[in-house]
């Protein structure tokens, strides 16, 4: 097995940009993937493939890797965007790992 | 449009057992993964397990393997995620969701299922 680590909150006034990192040896060889969550919702894909925005996400997310570490970028930060954020992995054989969870707060 | 439906929740009592169920539509149900993920009371995402339901391939998270059993029924389009003996621990929101592709990326999923495991 693997694990993939996020930093449990990040913080971002409106309009500012916010950035959410998830680090694991296993991003190195595979993509990594980002959910937004919002209380009382299932999840949402925002970004997969590492950069892949599907289509109705705003253009405001975006995704790079840079070896084992893939970050999800929010740019101009909306209040809607508060939420927690999911990155997620899978190896060759389809198991799947979800990192903890980075809880985003628009102050 | 691809749509997992849930089933709904559910209140049971330690030692029980319990089915629910996933059921898709609006592609080839036989043709893509089903995973299924654990969300306890404010925690993050756990991944159970997958079933594939063209020939019911079917993979567990160490941590659930023997603790729960993932099938599906591909006559009906319906995965399933059964429980031979609820513990308290068990109370959880759970997920299906589909694999879009091979690259293991869940791009549906489901309303969820809320199980409360209560004496």
């Known amino acids: 097995s693997y694990e993939l680590t996020q930093p449990p909150s990040v913080s971002v006034s409106p309009g500012q940009t916010a950035r959410i990192t998830c680090s694991g040896d296993a991003l190195a060889k595979q993509y990594g993937f980002w959910y937004q969550q919002k209380p009382g919702q299932a999840p949402v894909l925002v970004i997969y493939k590492d950069s892949e925005r599907p289509s109705g996400i705003p253009e405001r997310f975006s995704g790079s890797n840079s070896g084992t570490t893939v970050t999800l970028t929010i740019s101009g930060v909306q209040a809607e965007d508060e939420a927690d954020y999911y990155c997620?992995?899978?190896?060759?054989?389809?198991?799947?790992?979800f990192g903890g969870g980075t809880k985003l707060t628009v102050l | 449009e691809v749509q997992l439906v849930q089933s709904g929740a559910e209140v049971k009592k330690p030692g029980e057992s319990l089915k629910i169920s996933c059921k898709g539509s609006?592609?080839?149900?036989?043709?893509?993964?089903i995973g299924w993920v654990r969300q306890m009371p404010g925690k993050g995402l756990e991944w159970m397990g997958i079933i594939y339901p063209g020939d019911s391939d079917t993979r567990y998270s160490p941590s659930f393997q023997g603790q729960v059993i993932i099938s599906a029924d591909k006559s009906n389009n319906t995965a399933y995620l059964q429980w031979p003996t609820l513990k308290a621990s068990d109370t959880a929101m759970y997920y299906c969701?589909?694999?879009?592709?091979?690259?293991?990326?869940?791009?549906?999923w489901g309303q969820g299922t809320l199980v409360t495991v209560s004496s």
């Open positions: 969701a589909r694999h879009t592709d091979s690259s293991g990326y869940y791009g549906d």
């Open positions: 609006g592609y080839r149900f036989t043709n893509y993964w």
């Open positions: 997620q992995s899978a190896d060759s054989n389809s198991f799947v790992v």
